[in-house]
């Protein structure tokens, strides 16, 4: 005869129990959400009175950030400056580039919402150069070009 214990008999009952309260919660989790892919984005750039701005949207008009670029703003300061946002917490960033120097804005390492600070320096005046504006995800990335003015 194998006499059981109570003490044996309640902790069965109790990791019983908790076995059917994590098989439930597993059940039962919503998933996580999807990950858009790079061909739901698309980029609407637009004029500013002082810039250029570079709307970054996911399919079904949802605002995932933007690029901003500002010739002299703020009346001179912080000069020929560009940034980006990242409004929308959907596992990409935002990343704008000048090509003519290679500075760059970026929201990469940051949880969104988040806004880059100002990356500046003066430009020769009355010029045009490129602005490439990018949703970036590790090495994977979709991008466009929009004319600037300094």
């Not at 990950?35 to 570079?54: H, Y």
Request: aromatic residues 8%.
């Amino acid at each position: 005869m194998n006499p059981i214990s109570p003490i044996s008999k309640r902790l069965g009952v109790v990791l019983g129990t908790a076995a059917v309260f994590v098989g439930t919660a597993l059940v039962s989790a919503e998933p996580a959400a999807a990950i858009p892919s790079l061909d739901e984005f698309s980029f609407t750039p637009t004029w500013l009175d002082n810039g250029r701005m570079v709307m970054v949207d996911l399919s079904g008009g949802i605002s995932a950030g933007y690029a901003e670029w500002r010739q002299d703003p703020y009346n001179g300061d912080p000069g020929d400056a560009m940034r980006v946002r990242d409004s929308n917490a959907d596992g990409y960033g935002i990343e704008a580039v000048l090509t003519y120097d290679g500075r760059k804005a970026t929201t990469r390492g940051h949880d969104s919402p988040y806004r880059s600070p100002w990356t500046t320096g003066d430009l020769s005046e009355d010029h045009t150069y490129v602005m490439r504006v990018c949703v970036v995800r590790g090495t994977a990335d979709k991008c466009t070009e929009a004319r600037v003015t300094a």
